[in-house]
């Protein structure tokens, strides 16, 4: 049920995207898909790791809910509140540009951040309540774009809509809940956040390579770059809903079975069957796709979704090597493997897009990939001596 709920979530999110292409200038559009990006490290930043590591400790019975509660709120809120504030004189000391008006817009979602709490319904096991919760989310913005959006003619009445159905979600998902806190302490709260922090670094690299590119786009070559290059990426972010539903799908047979190479082989082997599948797909509808989502004023994203659709095959394969790594609760290990494609992915796109545009962005993307791939099948070659395909030394 919570695997269908993403994905109908997703789907949904992505008809939003459409009608607002179709309603925004391609420079609008880039403008808002990068302040979704910058407000998207932010919201990492204020993460912590909470969400994978009190999932995992309530599950095993080792935390409180009302702690777990406690803390959140303790070590979330009151930053977010500081980044928001910082975002305001931001906007506030440049006279309120456009662009800066919708970062600080979505900044408001930081606060949506510090009470969200859907991996306590996960830990209660209410896939159905959270699956239903975030359908009704993408579907009230969609309609709420649509009225707002296609009713002012304003672009920017996107971020409002997204507003208004999140604070809906989240009010409706605290009734449901109806969490009883703890009290906690400080020592309490950085004896957590020294465990948790590693897992919550590890997502902030992975989003570098996903997304820092965006912001370089901006920077090197303006909002018209980011809003070709969103319009392609977000076919690209709906062409990886595969693997991500075939990861839930295989997290339980890997949880119980750590460190298990029968299970690694069939999941990589899965995986990758379905990323040629999906590649072919999309390197063959590329335009067609391009054309009928976003509408000719960016057709120049065709070619762009063409050159990063090879992304699929790379993104997959590292996926199918590293995901296990982090599953089995190697997460310094995996943070050392996603941080070396964060890294290589900031170096590249410095290099690469001011020589050759938004191809260079495409090439630092999936170099990095392919690095994070490298790294992984690096350190399930040391540990077992072989790798998922079942050609080296020795098996276990």
Known sequence: MMALGTLASMLLGF????????????????????????IGYFALVLNFGFDTYFLRQITADRFPEGRAVAMQLTARLPLALVF??????????????????????????LLHTAFNLDWLLQARQKFSVLAALNISRSAVTLVATYLLVGGSGNPMYYVVALILSETTRLALQWKFVRPVMEKTSSAALIATLRQSVAISA?????????????????YYLGSEAVGIYSAAYNILVLAIVPTTLLYQVFSPRLA??????????????????????????????????????????????????????????????????ANPINMWGAHVVYLRIVAVGAVLNIALNLIAIPMLGINGAIFATIASEVAV????????????GTFPSGIGRRSS
């Open 15 to 38: 008809l939003v995207q459409a009608y607002l292409a179709r309603h925004a200038s391609v420079a609008e559009y880039g403008q808002i898909n990068y302040a979704r990006v910058l």
């Open 256 to 321: 119980q079975n750590p460190w298990s190479t029968d299970v690694l082989k069939k999941y990589a082997a899965s995986t990758m069957a379905l990323a040629i599948v999906v590649f072919v797909g999309v390197i063959s509808l590329h335009s067609i796709v391009i054309h009928v989502v976003y509408g000719n004023q960016f057709a120049e994203a065709s070619r762009v979704l063409m050159i990063l659709s090879f992304n699929i095959l790379s993104s997959y394969l590292a996926g199918a090597l």
């Open 84 to 109: 928001l504030a910082g975002l305001l004189w931001w906007a506030a000391a440049a006279g309120w540009p456009t662009d800066r008006l919708v970062v600080v817009l979505f900044g408001v979602t």
């Open 373 to 384: 791939a490298g790294g992984a099948a690096l350190t399930l070659w040391r540990r077992f």
């Open 202 to 218: 590890s997502f902030f690299m992975i989003s570098i390579y996903y997304n820092a590119d965006s912001l370089m786009l901006k």
